[in-house]
C-alpha cells in the first residue's frame, strides 16, 4: 500500500510543537491538496529500519528524518543512512514550513558527541551528515558543540567523511570560524526560498545573512565543499529560483539542491502547487549551466538524501574540473 511516511513520533512532535508555540497552533489551517503519483513513497517496514529506530532511542539521539517528517526515512533507513540533528529537538524560530518544534530550547547535552560516534561506529557510515535546530539562545549559536561533535567523529572514524548543515549563525561573531576551523569535509547551509518569500516562510531568518555565510565559508577555506538547497512548490518563479542560483554561484558554492516543499501539518504554510519532474530536471539543467559541480533536483530531493553518494559525486566533478 503506497502511503505517506508519519510515524508516531513525528506526530507527537506536532502536538508539543503546538503547545509549545502558540501562533503555529493558531494559524489557520491550511489543507494540503492531494499528493500526486511521483511524489508517494512506501511506509517503512525494513528490518533495517527498525534497527536504525532502535539504535537512535537506544542512543537517545535526534535525527532531522523524524523531527522534519522526511519522506525518504524509509528508503534511507534501511539502508543505515541518518541525519543527526544535534543541539536538541527544540528550535527558537518558528519557520513556516519546518515540522521541528519550537519553543523553549533543550539543556545542551555534553555527552551527545560520544553517543553521536558511537552511533556513526555501530551503523558503519563512510559519511555522516550533522544538523541541528536553530539556538538563537546561545551566545555561540551552537558553533562550538558543532565543533566537539566533528572532533569526535575524527578520532573514532577517521574515515568518515563529516557533512555538517548549520543555521545562519545571525550575530554569531566567530561561530562561523569555529565551525569551519573543526574541518568538515561539506558545509552546508540552505537558503530555502526565494528572498521575496522570506517574511513568510523564513520569517526569523535574512536572505543575504544566509548567502553570505555561504560565501564567508569558502573565504574561510577554499578547499571546503559548499552546499545549499531549495525548496520549490511555495509560489516562488522560475526566474526568481535562477536569480537565487546566480548569486549562490557568485559566492562559489558548489552544490545545490532542489526539491519540492511538502506541507508537514495543515498549520504550515501552504503548498502553492506540485512542480512536475520535468520542470525539476529544466532546474538541473539550468543550475549545471551556471557552474555548479553538483546538482540534485528531484520531487524527493533533500540536503541530506543520499548525501554520501553525492559527495563522491562532488569530489569527482572538482578533480575532472581542475585538470588541465
Not at 542512543?59 to 524509509?74: F, M, S, W, Y
Not at 517574511?199 to 548567502?211: C, E, K, N, Q, V
Request: charge should be positive.
Amino acid at each position: 500500500m503506497v502511503v505517506w511516511c508519519i510515524c508516531k513520533r513525528i506526530m507527537d512532535g506536532t502536538r508539543a510543537q503546538k503547545e509549545r508555540h502558540p501562533e503555529k497552533a493558531h494559524r489557520p489551517d491550511n489543507p494540503s491538496p492531494r499528493k500526486p503519483d511521483w511524489i508517494r513513497v512506501k511506509a517503512p517496514v525494513s528490518r533495517e529500519y527498525h534497527e536504525t529506530v532502535g539504535l537512535m532511542r537506544a542512543l537517545k539521539l535526534n535525527t532531522v528524518c523524524e523531527e522534519a517528517a522526511c519522506p525518504n526515512i524509509g528508503e534511507c533507513w534501511k539502508h543505515k543512512h541518518a541525519t543527526f540533528m544535534i543541539l536538541g529537538a527544540v528550535c527558537t524560530r518558528a519557520c513556516a514550513f519546518c515540522n521541528v518544534a519550537t519553543g523553549k530550547p533543550d539543556l545542551l547535552d555534553p555527552h551527545e558527541p560520544d553517543r553521536l560516534a558511537e552511533a556513526v561506529g555501530k551503523l558503519g557510515l563512510s559519511h555522516v551528515v550533522i544538523t541541528s535546530v536553530d539556538r538563537d539562545d546561545l551566545d555561540d549559536g551552537g558553533a562550538s558543540h558543532f565543533a566537539r561533535v566533528i572532533l569526535r567523529l575524527r578520532e573514532t572514524s577517521p574515515l568518515c567523511t563529516v557533512e555538517v548543515l548549520t543555521p545562519d549563525f545571525m550575530r554569531k561573531d566567530g561561530a562561523l570560524e569555529v565551525v569551519v576551523k573543526a574541518k568538515p569535509d561539506v558545509y552546508n547551509h540552505n537558503l530555502e526560498t526565494v528572498p521575496r518569500l522570506y517574511p513568510t516562510i523564513r520569517p526569523g531568518a535574512r536572505y543575504f545573512t544566509s548567502l553570505n555565510l555561504l560565501k564567508r565559508a569558502k573565504e574561510l577555506d577554499p578547499l571546503l565543499f559548499t552546499k545549499s538547497g531549495l525548496m520549490v512548490g511555495l509560489g516562488e518563479t522560475k526566474e526568481e529560483v535562477g536569480q537565487v542560483m546566480d548569486d549562490l554561484r557568485a559566492a562559489e558554492v558548489d552544490f545545490l539542491t532542489i526539491g519540492q516543499y511538502l506541507q508537514p501539518t495543515p498549520k504550515h504554510a501552504p503548498i502553492d502547487r506540485f512542480v512536475t519532474p520535468d520542470e525539476f530536471n529544466e532546474y538541473a539543467q539550468l543550475a549545471r549551466g551556471k557552474g555548479f559541480l553538483m546538482v540534485s533536483s528531484s520531487p524527493l530531493t533533500r540536503s541530506s538524501y543520499l548525501a554520501g553518494d553525492d559527495f563522491e559525486k562532488l569530489r569527482a566533478a572538482r578533480k575532472a574540473a581542475q585538470k588541465p
